[in-house]
């Protein structure tokens, strides 16, 4: 969390036992520190490495800095990674940002801090990394979605809407993705989960982009702008239509508002 910063000793209190610390909470800090670098210098000695764990997790008049190399974190790892895609999709590089957006949630392997006894500080510090999870999750899911990769998507999609459901920007992925699939009823039926999840929880209506995708959706057949979104079968390529060698099927061609199949339905990058 602080990697290479002076944690004050104060904050260190303050996250251990919050309002009530014990008595001697500053000598069971130097206590747990000692611990700390044992297990430190043994996992050293493990894996054939000669680091002096005082060196590591080093004492400072103004409290304990915990010394490390930016590319062992995977924090680390994951933030830059997601910051090369919120560039390249500014850039509108769909493949290139849905390649950096999967690289950099490789680096996830469960929910953030899961097996730490969180303070405050840590509680908030895992919000944040799980947030930018979450929003790394939807930018690579609209890379797909703009790439045409509709058939595939279905599946991680119901998940993820089923984890989040009030989230608007899956939800209009998800209907999407299954209105592309030429599965306009259960299109229908995910804006209908959505709004009673709204409705119920939290006394909204869907916005109005998501609406005018409901609309659109349920007008099929009316042909209202020149924007032509075609849908492929289940047997067809998940790639743009008509690129070479894609089966295309003979159906009648589904059209959407421009300002609705355009919208991004996203949250922003980092500032």
Not at 88 to 116: K, M
Not at 134 to 151: K, M, Q, S, T, W
Request: aromatic letters at 6%; one cysteine or more.
């Amino acid at each position: 969390m602080h990697a290479n910063d002076v944690v004050p000793v104060d904050i260190l209190i303050s996250e251990l036992w919050s309002e009530s610390p014990p008595r001697h909470a500053r000598t069971t800090i130097q206590t747990y520190i000692l611990g700390l670098r044992k297990l430190m210098q043994s996992a050293a000695a493990a894996a054939g490495e000669a680091d002096d764990a005082k060196q590591v997790l080093v004492t400072t008049p103004a409290g304990y800095l915990l010394r490390v190399r930016r590319d062992s974190v995977d924090a680390g790892h994951f933030e830059r990674l997601a910051n090369i895609g919120y560039r390249t999709r500014e850039r509108q590089e769909h493949a290139a940002a849905a390649r950096a957006f999967a690289e950099a949630l490789s680096w996830w392997r469960g929910p953030a801090l899961a097996d730490v006894q969180a303070g405050p500080r840590l509680r908030l510090y895992a919000q944040n990394l799980s947030e930018g999870r979450l929003n790394a999750l939807f930018c690579r899911i609209e890379a797909d979605v703009r790439l045409g990769r509709h058939h595939e998507l279905i599946g991680e999609l119901s998940v993820v809407t089923s984890q989040h459901p009030t989230h608007e920007g899956l939800v209009a992925h998800l209907m999407l993705a299954l209105y592309r699939s030429g599965r306009r009823c259960e299109a229908l039926e995910a804006y209908q989960r959505l709004r009673a999840n709204l409705t119920d929880k939290r006394g909204l209506e869907p916005s109005p982009a998501l609406r005018r995708l409901h609309r659109s959706m349920l007008s099929a057949d009316q042909a209202t702008t020149n924007l032509i979104e075609p849908w492929q079968g289940a047997l067809g390529t998940l790639g743009a239509p008509g690129a070479q060698g894609t089966p295309q099927r003979s159906v009648p061609q589904q059209r959407i508002p421009t300002d609705v199949a355009t919208a991004p339905w996203s949250v922003g990058g980092p500032g």
